[in-house]
T-cell receptor, first 114, second 112 residues
Framework: ETGVTQTPRHLVMGMTNKKSLKCEQHLGHNAMYWYKQSAKKPLELMFVYNFKEQTENNSVPSRFSPECPNSSHLFLHLHTLQPEDSALYLC?????????????FGSGTRLTVV | ELKVEQNPLFLSMQEGKNYTIYCNYSTTSDRLYWYRQDPGKSLESLFVLLSNGAVKQEGRLMASLDTKARLSTLHITAAVHDLSATYFCAVDVGNAGNMLTFGGGTRLMVKP
């Protein structure tokens, strides 16, 4: 257990479904991130939140909608996904942007879109 | 656009042998990180390198950073099976810090 908890661990959804991924950290960190890890591709940064404010949207399609209600929780709302969106979605946190500690990662949600 | 390239992408080696994984990146940065990922698991932080010439060692792994060459190396000494995993380097070029771009990973298999 790294201190960053992601649920669910596995998710299978149809292209017309709506689902949400959840990330929670109790490390006292103030920056949270969503990354996508696809087979044969490097990890791709999707979104960055710093003190609940979104600071980065890396040209992510609108079918992915992040939400950060507080510094401890981060959600990724999914709707009308495509099969190519199947991947491992990783949440990470760091103390704060601007300090170079790197990330603490969660275990990820393995998403399959059918 | 920042590119981070690792090589080799796959490495199979015998226990007891030494080898080096290379991480090249395309833009100026003096902040580089190494992570380890076991199959089905999360990424675990290994090293944080924050200046030119930085060298960090933990057990059989040693990482170094040459910012002028835009190169980091992860050296494995006398490999053991437990080191089998995928290793990622990540470069931070964000103006605000902690915006990591990852390499494609090096999958290491250490055979008994």
């Amino acid at each position: 257990e790294t201190g960053v908890t992601q649920t669910p661990r596995h998710l299978v959804m149809g292209m017309t479904n709506k689902k949400s991924l959840k990330c929670e950290q109790h490390l006292g960190h103030n920056a949270m991130y969503w990354y996508k890890q696809s087979a044969k591709k490097p990890l791709e940064l999707m979104f960055v939140y710093n003190f609940k404010e979104q600071t980065e949207n890396n040209s992510v399609p609108s079918r992915f909608s992040p939400e950060c209600p507080n510094s401890s929780h981060l959600f990724l709302h999914l709707h009308t996904l495509q099969p190519e969106d199947s991947a491992l979605y990783l949440c990470a946190s760091s103390p704060v942007l601007g300090l170079f500690y790197g990330y603490t990662f969660g275990s990820g949600t393995r998403l399959t879109v059918v | 656009e920042l590119k981070v390239e690792q090589n080799p992408l796959f490495l199979s080696m015998q226990e007891g042998k030494n080898y080096t994984i290379y991480c090249n990146y395309s833009t100026t940065s003096d902040r580089l990180y190494w992570y380890r990922q076991d199959p089905g698991k999360s990424l675990e932080s290994l090293f944080v390198l924050l200046s030119n010439g930085a060298v960090k060692q933990e057990g059989r792994l040693m990482a170094s950073l040459d910012t002028k060459a835009r190169l980091s190396t992860l050296h494995i000494t006398a490999a053991v099976h437990d080191l089998s995993a995928t290793y990622f380097c990540a470069v931070d070029v964000g103006n605000a810090g902690n915006m990591l771009t990852f390499g494609g990973g090096t999958r290491l298999m250490v055979k008994p």
